[in-house]
T-cell receptor
Framework: DAGVTQSPTHLIKTRGQQVTLRCSPI?????VSWYQQVLGQGPQFIFQYYEKEERGRGNFPDRFSARQFPNYSSELNVNALLLGDSALYLC?????????????FGEGSRLTVL | ELKVEQNPLFLSMQEGKNYTIYCNYS?????LYWYRQDPGKSLESLFVLLSNGAVKQEGRLMASLDTKARLSTLHITAAVHDLSATYFC????????????????FGKGTLLTVNP
């Protein structure tokens, strides 16, 4: 069975540009979460979506937005990119919105902002 | 705000030795997770600890949870080179008063290097 898939795997942008990252959860999983991992740090929670609704948001500026589609895939958008947005963006899926079990992470999208 | 602290942040050990990584957290939670991350890779789930006193073992790794002390440990027995990676603990925290939406708060990670 396919795991969590993310695209693109690597991308380079310049300051001020916009980026869209995509995630397909494991088949049957209805909850998708996004995390940002800056080099040398643990992942930080950005968003959680369940049944196409935002269920939680971390301490990130409004430049970050996301949505979930009827097929449960998700997009993360970041506008007006800053150098500090350079990071590995991880998508995770789970069966239910309550994380009483494992979160399954994708391979991530590595964003470099120049 | 929840704080999750791992100790040590860097660990260099010889093959065959034993060691323990500690994970302290600052708020009540009954769920704690351990993940492994290889360089440039994503997170691999190692253990899910869902109650006080939970102990799980897989190969040379054993994890335990003491919710009263707000402490989890990851014990490494007879380390081998293949265990070299960064290990993260993460605590499950409710995002709302109804307790129906959760997020994971991660520690900074422990970079483990096992030398021959």
């Amino acid at each position: 069975d396919a795991g969590v898939t993310q695209s693109p795997t690597h991308l380079i942008k310049t300051r001020g540009q916009q980026v869209t990252l995509r995630c397909s959860p494991i088949s049957g999983h209805k909850s998708v979460s996004w995390y940002q991992q800056v080099l040398g740090q643990g992942p930080q929670f950005i968003f959680q979506y369940y049944e196409k609704e935002e269920r939680g948001r971390g301490n990130f500026p409004d430049r970050f937005s996301a949505r979930q589609f009827p097929n449960y895939s998700s997009e993360l958008n970041v506008n007006a990119l800053l150098l500090g947005d350079s990071a590995l963006y991880l998508c995770a899926s789970s069966l239910v919105r309550v994380a009483t079990g494992e979160l399954f992470f994708g391979e991530g999208s590595r964003l470099t902002v120049l | 705000e929840l704080k999750v602290e791992q100790n040590p942040l860097f660990l260099s050990m010889q093959e065959g030795k034993n060691y323990t990584i500690y994970c302290n957290y600052s708020t009540t939670s009954d769920r704690l997770y351990w993940y492994r991350q290889d360089p440039g890779k994503s997170l691999e789930s190692l253990f899910v600890l869902l109650s006080n006193g939970a102990v799980k073992q897989e190969g040379r790794l054993m994890a335990s949870l003491d919710t009263k002390a707000r402490l989890s440990t990851l014990h490494i027995t007879a380390a081998v080179h293949d265990l070299s990676a960064t290990y993260f603990c993460a605590v499950d925290v409710s995002m709302n008063s109804g307790g129906s939406n959760y997020k994971l708060t991660f520690g900074k990670g422990t970079l483990l290097t096992v030398n021959p």
